[in-house]
């Protein structure tokens, strides 16, 4: 692990690590939302940082210039790091940064080696992507992965994409590789308020990652950013007739196609259109989560083409 610099070396037992990134991946913000959230609410330890040296073009995801006491200039520098922190459902590890710009193999080889030295007994990575959804509808999570007893675990889906992807996917490609149980949670947020970040995603992905680590949702988490993110929506849709249309439309959608749903996970939750289910996202019936994840491919491919 060349580029890898350790800050601490804690003795972690099995531990879960929980990725996300910046850029391609993080619509909305709302994965590396869901990451920093974590973070900060569990008071999680600096463990370690990737040098950005070799991966990162600075003059497109650039440093910044901050100021310390009014006048000593500091350089911070967009790097990948890494934090751990024990919680009641076991230790967790969470890498969090931009998505490198140069040498993905060499970066991801450091991450799979991180993760071995760490013992890491899963990993999970978070995403999120544009979709035709309404901000007023609980948010849709959908979770792909390759090991099988992931998949009959958490219920999710065996991933069939083709097409370009970004580190995340790469990752999984590569953890899958080294032995590693790895899954994914991408959250999908409107794209009409895409330059929004979406408070509201990133809350649904802390709560289903909780569900999978084993431990209790931070108490509180976000509920004032996604009241302020609901108010700042619902102003953008009132200045315009045809998106008011529009988020009807995606509603009467929703409503039709969730009228009753089941949830088929560990609590065997069922719910209606009117209550919130668990992590607060709206379950989805294999119809929805397949047009859901034509979505999420159709996203990939239109990213691939920027």
């Known amino acids: ?15 879960t690590l929980v990725a996300a990134f910046t850029g391609w991946n993080d619509a909305s913000d709302a994965a590396s939302t869901a990451v920093r959230t974590m973070i900060e609410a569990w008071d999680a330890r600096p463990l370690a940082t990737v040098d950005p040296e070799e991966f990162t073009d600075f003059a497109t995801t650039r440093p910044h210039v901050r100021l310390t006491g009014g006048t000593t200039r500091e350089i911070v520098w967009p790097t990948v790091s890494a934090w751990h922190a024990s919680l009641p459902g076991g230790d967790v590890i969470f890498v ?3 998505e490198p710009s140069l040498r993905w193999r060499t970066f991801t080889e450091e991450l799979v080696e991180f993760a071995t030295e760490m013992g890491v007994g899963m990993v999970l990575t978070l995403g999120a992507l544009l979709a035709d959804v309404s901000h007023n509808r609980p948010v849709s999570l959908i979770g792909t992965a390759t090991d099988q007893d992931l998949i009959d675990r958490y219920d999710l889906r065996r991933s069939r994409y083709e097409g370009p992807t970004g580190i995340v996917g790469v990752l999984q490609h590569a953890y899958t590789g080294a032995g590693l149980p790895t899954m994914s949670l991408w959250a999908a947020v409107p794209a009409y308020a895409s330059q929004l970040p979406s408070p509201k995603a990133a809350v649904a992905l802390i709560e289903r990652a909780c569900d999978v680590i084993g431990t209790p949702v931070p108490e ?3 509920e004032d950013e996604v009241a302020e993110y609901s108010d700042r929506v619902e102003r953008l849709v009132e200045q315009d007739s045809d998106l008011i249309g529009y988020v009807r439309r995606l509603e009467a959608r929703t409503d039709s196609d969730d009228d009753e749903f089941e949830y088929d996970d560990d609590d065997d939750i069922e719910a209606s259109d009117d209550d919130t289910a668990v992590g607060g996202e709206s379950p989805i019936d294999a119809e929805e989560s397949d047009l859901l994840i034509e979505e999420v491919e159709q996203f990939l491919r239109d990213q691939g083409t920027n």
């Open 96 to 98: 969090l940064g931009p």
């Open 220 to 222: 509180g988490v976000l």
């Open 1 to 15: 692990m060349d580029h890898v610099r350790w800050h601490s070396h804690p003795r972690l037992h099995r531990p």
